[in-house]
């Protein structure tokens, strides 16, 4: 049976990955199509950084999904503690609302936000689309955080306040360290979910700004370019020192 489930494992990995280093591969491909590799080049390469509307988008996409992040993780964080906190019945009403958000299709949100903007007269651009990714980023970080101040000893709050401590003391000095490796996790969760949303931004965003998703699906349907799959690898090599770089953080923030 362990056998079987290894192979399993195996073929899931292969099934989902096969695809990325397929499209990795003819990034470097120097006879401009994905039916034969013809030879190798980085020439794909430098056509993404000498284009500098793609640039702009790259440095647009990053700057908005750090923002969003680091917004929805204050915010998100507050919540959790708030929602822990609640009594039963509040609690679970808050639990159902963030859950049901989690759950519900990007593209009835982006619809959802669309109308607001539009019903506000909101212009839509960079604001409207931070706006969308630090309402969708927020359920993401309470998921994160709810778990690990479940797991908290509540009698070292109760010590700490028996001691003469105030609640922002308890807060700071005793609550924040605890929940750091959550917190540090629903912001790289937020992160990455800003940067890879295309449904719920493609509604909000407007002719002034765009992002990497919506640049990358409007190139794409004008015809298959290896500039995108050499943007695709650029991403994807991204992605890997991200994981990295969380597992050491939480690593060294767990064993602190």
Do not use: C
């Not at 280093?21 to 120097?30: D, G, H, K, T, V």
């Not at 822990?84 to 958000?101: F, G, M, P, R, T």
């Not at 959802?112 to 990714?133: D, E, K």
């Not at 995108?228 to 890997?240: C, H, K, P, Q, Y």
């Amino acid at each position: 049976m362990k056998k079987i489930a290894n192979w399993y494992l195996a073929l899931v990995f292969v099934i989902l990955y096969l695809p990325i280093f397929y499209l990795i591969i003819y990034a470097f491909n120097s006879g401009g199509s994905m039916t034969t590799f013809d030879g190798f080049t980085l020439d794909y390469f430098r056509l993404v950084f000498r284009d500098e509307r793609l640039m702009l988008i790259v440095v647009q996409t990053f700057l908005l999904a750090f923002l969003s992040s680091l917004i929805a993780t204050i915010i998100g964080t507050f919540g959790a503690i708030y929602i822990y906190q609640a009594k039963n019945k509040v609690k679970e009403s808050l639990l159902s609302a963030n859950n049901i958000l989690m759950v519900a299709p990007d593209v009835m949100i982006g619809v959802a936000f669309l109308i607001l903007f539009t019903a506000l007269g909101f212009q839509l651009g960079f604001m409207s689309v931070l706006l969308s990714h630090i309402a969708f980023s927020i359920p993401i970080v309470v998921l994160m955080v709810l778990p690990r101040l479940r797991e908290m000893n509540d009698d070292m709050l109760s010590a700490a306040a028996d001691l003469g401590a105030s609640p922002f003391q308890v807060f700071k000095e005793i609550m924040i360290p605890y929940l750091t490796p959550a917190i540090i996790a629903g912001y790289f969760m937020a992160f990455t979910y800003s940067i890879d949303d295309f449904a719920v931004t493609f509604f909000v965003t407007g002719n002034s700004f765009s992002t990497l998703s919506v640049e990358i699906y409007s190139r794409a349907r004008q015809g298959i370019s290896l500039e995108i799959n050499a943007l695709s690898a650029l991403l994807f090599l991204f992605s890997v020192l991200l994981v990295i770089g969380y597992y050491f953080i939480s690593r060294e923030k767990e064993e602190a």
